[in-house]
Protein backbone atom coordinates (compact mmCIF):
# COMPACT_ATOMS: atom_id res chain seq x y z
CA UNK A 1 0.00 0.00 0.00
CA UNK A 2 1.43 3.47 -0.85
CA UNK A 3 1.82 5.50 2.25
CA UNK A 4 0.87 9.10 2.23
CA UNK A 5 2.94 11.84 3.22
CA UNK A 6 1.19 13.70 6.10
CA UNK A 7 1.74 17.09 8.12
CA UNK A 8 -0.32 17.88 11.18
CA UNK A 9 -0.64 21.62 12.20
CA UNK A 10 -1.38 21.36 15.90
CA UNK A 11 -2.10 23.50 19.27
CA UNK A 12 -1.77 19.98 20.96
CA UNK A 13 -4.31 19.86 23.37
CA UNK A 14 -6.45 16.48 24.27
CA UNK A 15 -8.29 16.26 20.83
CA UNK A 16 -4.95 17.13 18.82
CA UNK A 17 -3.25 14.54 20.69
CA UNK A 18 -5.37 11.83 19.86
CA UNK A 19 -4.94 13.12 16.15
CA UNK A 20 -1.52 12.44 16.46
CA UNK A 21 -2.33 8.72 17.21
CA UNK A 22 -4.79 8.16 14.22
CA UNK A 23 -2.17 9.49 11.63
CA UNK A 24 0.46 7.02 13.53
CA UNK A 25 -2.32 4.35 13.40
CA UNK A 26 -3.62 4.68 10.08
CA UNK A 27 -1.85 2.32 7.80
CA UNK A 28 -1.52 3.92 4.65
CA UNK A 29 0.30 7.12 6.42
CA UNK A 30 3.83 8.61 6.28
CA UNK A 31 3.70 11.30 9.12
CA UNK A 32 6.32 13.14 7.77
CA UNK A 33 6.42 16.18 10.52
CA UNK A 34 4.23 17.93 12.82
CA UNK A 35 4.23 22.19 13.15
CA UNK A 36 3.31 23.61 16.48
CA UNK A 37 0.65 26.19 16.66
CA UNK A 38 -0.84 27.84 19.60
CA UNK A 39 -4.49 28.38 20.43
CA UNK A 40 -5.38 25.47 23.15
CA UNK A 41 -1.87 25.85 24.76
CA UNK A 42 1.08 28.50 23.64
CA UNK A 43 3.33 27.06 20.95
CA UNK A 44 6.30 26.33 22.70
CA UNK A 45 3.99 24.03 24.94
CA UNK A 46 2.24 22.74 21.95
CA UNK A 47 5.97 21.74 20.55
CA UNK A 48 6.68 19.46 23.66
CA UNK A 49 3.47 18.05 23.75
CA UNK A 50 3.54 16.56 20.46
CA UNK A 51 7.10 15.58 21.34
CA UNK A 52 5.62 13.90 24.47
CA UNK A 53 2.76 12.23 22.50
CA UNK A 54 5.18 10.53 20.04
CA UNK A 55 7.53 9.37 22.26
CA UNK A 56 4.79 7.60 23.90
CA UNK A 57 3.43 6.07 21.23
CA UNK A 58 7.18 4.97 19.95
CA UNK A 59 7.78 7.43 17.17
CA UNK A 60 10.54 9.77 18.14
CA UNK A 61 11.78 10.13 14.09
CA UNK A 62 8.93 12.40 13.41
CA UNK A 63 10.39 16.06 13.51
CA UNK A 64 8.16 18.87 15.22
CA UNK A 65 8.68 22.12 14.18
CA UNK A 66 7.61 25.70 16.12
CA UNK A 67 5.29 27.72 13.90
CA UNK A 68 4.01 31.27 14.94
CA UNK A 69 3.29 32.54 18.28
CA UNK A 70 0.53 34.29 17.80
CA UNK A 71 -2.13 35.57 15.05
CA UNK A 72 -0.97 37.57 12.07
CA UNK A 73 -2.37 41.05 12.92
CA UNK A 74 -1.03 40.72 16.67
CA UNK A 75 2.09 40.47 18.63
CA UNK A 76 1.29 38.14 21.37
CA UNK A 77 -1.17 35.60 22.64
CA UNK A 78 -2.89 35.01 25.54
CA UNK A 79 -4.25 31.54 26.32
CA UNK A 80 -7.98 31.48 27.57
CA UNK A 81 -8.85 30.03 30.66
CA UNK A 82 -11.48 27.80 28.91
CA UNK A 83 -8.66 26.27 27.04
CA UNK A 84 -7.20 24.95 30.13
CA UNK A 85 -9.84 24.34 31.79
CA UNK A 86 -11.06 22.13 29.15
CA UNK A 87 -7.66 20.76 28.03
CA UNK A 88 -5.62 21.12 31.73
CA UNK A 89 -3.46 23.69 32.34
CA UNK A 90 -0.07 21.42 30.58
CA UNK A 91 -2.64 20.47 27.51
CA UNK A 92 -2.79 16.77 28.39
CA UNK A 93 -5.78 16.66 30.58
CA UNK A 94 -2.48 17.06 33.70
CA UNK A 95 -1.37 13.85 33.00
CA UNK A 96 2.42 13.31 33.11
CA UNK A 97 4.55 12.34 30.80
CA UNK A 98 7.88 12.36 30.43
CA UNK A 99 10.10 15.09 29.10
CA UNK A 100 11.16 14.60 25.56
CA UNK A 101 14.32 13.33 24.96
CA UNK A 102 15.18 14.96 21.99
CA UNK A 103 14.22 18.72 21.22
CA UNK A 104 12.06 20.24 18.70
CA UNK A 105 13.82 21.14 15.17
CA UNK A 106 16.11 24.39 14.96
CA UNK A 107 14.55 25.00 11.37
CA UNK A 108 10.94 27.08 10.55
CA UNK A 109 7.65 25.27 10.36
CA UNK A 110 7.10 27.71 7.59
CA UNK A 111 9.57 27.13 5.40
CA UNK A 112 9.38 23.13 6.40
CA UNK A 113 5.85 23.36 4.77
CA UNK A 114 6.93 24.97 1.95
CA UNK A 115 9.79 22.66 0.98
CA UNK A 116 7.57 19.72 2.06
CA UNK A 117 4.96 20.70 -0.49
CA UNK A 118 7.47 21.26 -3.53
CA UNK A 119 9.16 17.98 -2.81
CA UNK A 120 5.75 15.75 -2.30
CA UNK A 121 3.25 18.09 -4.41
CA UNK A 122 -0.18 16.02 -5.24
CA UNK A 123 1.11 13.02 -2.89
CA UNK A 124 1.39 15.35 0.38
CA UNK A 125 -1.49 15.87 2.75
CA UNK A 126 -1.61 19.10 4.93
CA UNK A 127 -4.21 18.59 8.42
CA UNK A 128 -4.43 21.88 10.44
CA UNK A 129 -6.40 21.45 13.77
CA UNK A 130 -5.31 24.85 14.79
CA UNK A 131 -5.31 28.11 13.83
CA UNK A 132 -4.34 29.11 9.90
CA UNK A 133 -1.84 31.47 11.26
CA UNK A 134 0.90 28.83 9.74
CA UNK A 135 -0.57 28.32 6.45
CA UNK A 136 -1.60 31.17 5.98
CA UNK A 137 2.21 32.93 6.36
CA UNK A 138 3.61 30.18 3.92
CA UNK A 139 0.96 30.85 1.66
CA UNK A 140 1.85 34.22 1.70
CA UNK A 141 5.64 33.54 1.47
CA UNK A 142 5.33 30.93 -1.51
CA UNK A 143 1.52 31.60 -3.48
CA UNK A 144 2.37 28.70 -5.88
CA UNK A 145 1.70 26.04 -2.91
CA UNK A 146 -1.97 26.58 -3.00
CA UNK A 147 -2.39 24.31 -6.32
CA UNK A 148 1.12 22.05 -5.68
CA UNK A 149 -0.45 20.31 -2.28
CA UNK A 150 -2.29 17.36 -3.20
CA UNK A 151 -5.27 17.53 0.11
CA UNK A 152 -5.73 20.40 3.00
CA UNK A 153 -8.22 19.23 5.34
CA UNK A 154 -8.89 20.81 8.72
CA UNK A 155 -10.70 21.22 11.63
CA UNK A 156 -12.31 24.55 12.27
CA UNK A 157 -15.17 26.69 11.38
CA UNK A 158 -19.18 25.84 11.60
CA UNK A 159 -21.33 26.51 8.93
CA UNK A 160 -24.87 25.42 10.03
CA UNK A 161 -24.45 25.95 13.44
CA UNK A 162 -23.30 28.65 16.02
CA UNK A 163 -19.73 28.82 17.09
CA UNK A 164 -18.44 27.46 20.44
CA UNK A 165 -16.73 30.45 21.49
CA UNK A 166 -19.16 32.98 20.11
CA UNK A 167 -22.25 32.97 18.63
CA UNK A 168 -20.81 32.77 15.25
CA UNK A 169 -17.20 31.81 15.53
CA UNK A 170 -15.80 28.38 16.25
CA UNK A 171 -12.04 28.25 18.31
CA UNK A 172 -9.66 27.91 15.88
CA UNK A 173 -10.85 29.93 13.01
CA UNK A 174 -11.37 32.68 16.37
CA UNK A 175 -7.75 32.50 17.07
CA UNK A 176 -6.78 34.30 13.45
CA UNK A 177 -9.70 35.17 11.60
CA UNK A 178 -7.66 36.91 8.78
CA UNK A 179 -5.39 33.97 8.42
CA UNK A 180 -8.00 31.32 7.65
CA UNK A 181 -9.77 34.26 5.34
CA UNK A 182 -6.65 34.36 3.52
CA UNK A 183 -6.30 30.86 2.83
CA UNK A 184 -10.02 29.98 2.09
CA UNK A 185 -10.05 32.77 -0.30
CA UNK A 186 -6.48 31.44 -2.12
CA UNK A 187 -6.88 28.84 -5.31
CA UNK A 188 -6.36 26.12 -2.61
CA UNK A 189 -8.90 23.24 -2.79
CA UNK A 190 -9.51 22.28 1.15
CA UNK A 191 -12.37 20.23 3.30
CA UNK A 192 -13.96 21.74 6.21
CA UNK A 193 -14.71 19.86 9.12
CA UNK A 194 -16.34 22.10 11.31
CA UNK A 195 -18.43 21.93 14.32
CA UNK A 196 -21.26 20.67 12.26
CA UNK A 197 -19.83 17.10 11.98
CA UNK A 198 -17.56 16.78 14.92
CA UNK A 199 -20.10 17.46 17.61
CA UNK A 200 -21.87 14.58 15.96
CA UNK A 201 -18.87 11.97 16.72
CA UNK A 202 -18.69 11.17 20.45
CA UNK A 203 -16.10 9.38 22.50
CA UNK A 204 -17.01 7.67 25.64
CA UNK A 205 -15.84 6.04 29.22
CA UNK A 206 -17.00 2.69 27.50
CA UNK A 207 -14.14 3.22 24.64
CA UNK A 208 -11.22 4.63 26.76
CA UNK A 209 -12.21 2.06 29.50
CA UNK A 210 -11.17 -0.72 26.23
CA UNK A 211 -7.94 0.88 25.94
CA UNK A 212 -7.07 1.11 29.90
CA UNK A 213 -8.17 -2.60 29.64
CA UNK A 214 -5.23 -3.08 27.19
CA UNK A 215 -2.69 -3.11 29.95
CA UNK A 216 -0.61 -0.94 27.94
CA UNK A 217 1.58 2.51 29.45
CA UNK A 218 0.10 3.91 26.28
CA UNK A 219 -3.87 3.11 26.77
CA UNK A 220 -3.55 3.83 30.11
CA UNK A 221 -2.24 7.18 29.35
CA UNK A 222 -4.45 7.67 26.91
CA UNK A 223 -7.59 6.49 28.51
CA UNK A 224 -6.58 9.52 31.31
CA UNK A 225 -5.76 11.95 28.93
CA UNK A 226 -9.38 11.78 27.26
CA UNK A 227 -11.25 11.06 30.32
CA UNK A 228 -10.38 14.51 31.98
CA UNK A 229 -11.57 15.85 28.38
CA UNK A 230 -14.92 14.14 28.77
CA UNK A 231 -14.66 15.15 32.10
CA UNK A 232 -14.42 18.61 31.15
CA UNK A 233 -17.22 18.20 27.78
CA UNK A 234 -19.66 17.46 31.28
CA UNK A 235 -18.96 20.89 33.04
CA UNK A 236 -20.47 22.64 29.11
CA UNK A 237 -22.67 20.23 28.16
CA UNK A 238 -24.20 17.97 29.73
CA UNK A 239 -26.50 15.99 27.46
CA UNK A 240 -23.64 14.73 25.09
CA UNK A 241 -22.49 11.94 27.47
CA UNK A 242 -18.48 11.87 25.99
CA UNK A 243 -16.43 14.24 24.21
CA UNK A 244 -16.23 15.33 20.37
CA UNK A 245 -14.02 14.10 17.96
CA UNK A 246 -12.49 16.84 16.43
CA UNK A 247 -9.31 16.95 15.50
CA UNK A 248 -9.27 13.22 14.60
CA UNK A 249 -12.05 13.47 12.44
CA UNK A 250 -10.03 15.89 10.16
CA UNK A 251 -7.31 13.53 9.76
CA UNK A 252 -9.78 10.88 9.22
CA UNK A 253 -11.70 12.98 6.73
CA UNK A 254 -8.20 13.78 4.75
CA UNK A 255 -7.78 9.52 4.47
CA UNK A 256 -11.30 8.80 3.23
CA UNK A 257 -13.75 11.29 2.24
CA UNK A 258 -16.52 9.13 2.25
CA UNK A 259 -16.87 9.16 6.33
CA UNK A 260 -19.03 12.71 5.43
CA UNK A 261 -21.38 14.10 3.08
CA UNK A 262 -20.50 17.58 1.90
CA UNK A 263 -21.52 20.62 0.60
CA UNK A 264 -19.61 22.44 -2.25
CA UNK A 265 -18.85 26.34 -1.27
CA UNK A 266 -16.90 29.30 -2.10
CA UNK A 267 -16.51 30.30 1.66
CA UNK A 268 -15.09 33.09 3.10
CA UNK A 269 -14.22 34.36 6.89
CA UNK A 270 -15.80 37.56 7.82
CA UNK A 271 -13.57 39.37 10.59
CA UNK A 272 -15.48 42.39 11.37
CA UNK A 273 -16.22 43.53 15.04
CA UNK A 274 -19.97 41.53 14.96
CA UNK A 275 -19.19 38.65 12.76
CA UNK A 276 -15.61 38.09 13.89
CA UNK A 277 -14.24 34.20 12.20
CA UNK A 278 -17.61 33.69 10.84
CA UNK A 279 -17.37 30.85 8.07
CA UNK A 280 -19.75 31.62 5.94
CA UNK A 281 -20.71 31.36 1.69
CA UNK A 282 -18.46 33.91 -0.14
CA UNK A 283 -21.23 36.32 -1.90
CA UNK A 284 -18.23 38.00 -3.75
CA UNK A 285 -18.14 34.53 -5.85
CA UNK A 286 -21.07 32.76 -6.49
CA UNK A 287 -21.14 32.02 -9.84
CA UNK A 288 -17.47 30.94 -9.76
CA UNK A 289 -15.90 27.21 -9.54
CA UNK A 290 -15.98 26.41 -5.84
CA UNK A 291 -12.44 25.48 -3.93
CA UNK A 292 -14.21 24.34 -0.61
CA UNK A 293 -15.95 21.19 0.34
CA UNK A 294 -17.62 21.99 3.77
CA UNK A 295 -18.49 18.70 5.84
CA UNK A 296 -22.11 18.86 6.47
CA UNK A 297 -22.85 15.19 7.53
CA UNK A 298 -21.09 12.24 8.77
CA UNK A 299 -20.84 8.19 8.75
CA UNK A 300 -20.27 8.72 12.94
CA UNK A 301 -20.70 4.69 13.82
CA UNK A 302 -18.27 3.57 11.05
CA UNK A 303 -16.29 6.25 11.96
CA UNK A 304 -15.72 5.52 15.41
CA UNK A 305 -15.04 2.14 14.57
CA UNK A 306 -12.17 2.70 12.58
CA UNK A 307 -11.10 5.54 14.84
CA UNK A 308 -11.10 3.04 17.46
CA UNK A 309 -9.62 0.03 15.58
CA UNK A 310 -6.70 2.27 14.64
CA UNK A 311 -5.99 3.53 18.69
CA UNK A 312 -6.68 0.53 20.10
CA UNK A 313 -4.01 -1.48 18.14
CA UNK A 314 -1.55 1.52 17.89
CA UNK A 315 -2.08 1.46 22.36
CA UNK A 316 -1.79 -2.54 22.28
CA UNK A 317 1.50 -2.94 20.13
CA UNK A 318 3.07 0.18 22.32
CA UNK A 319 4.28 -1.65 25.85
Given at each position: ??????I????????????????????D?????????????????????????????????????????????????D????????????????????????????????????????????????????????????????????????????M?????????????????????A????????S????????????????L?????Q????L?????????????????????????????????????????????????????????????????????????????????????????????????????????
Open positions: MAKRKMLDLDTGIDDSLAIAYALGAPVDLIGIMSSYGNVYVEDGAVNALKILELLGHTDIPVYVGESHSSTSDHFRMQVSANIHGENGIGQVELPDPSRPVEKGSAIDFLIDSVHKYGKDLTLVPTGPMTNLAAALKKAPEIATEIGNMTFGGALTLPGNVTFVAEANINQDEAADAVLTPMHSTMVGLDVTLRTLTRKETQWRDGTVAGEKFADIVDYYIDAYRQFNDNLGGCALHDPLAVGVALDPSFVQTLDLNMRVKYGKEDYGRTIGDENRLNEPTNVKVAVQVDKDRYLKVFMDYLTTLFKNNK
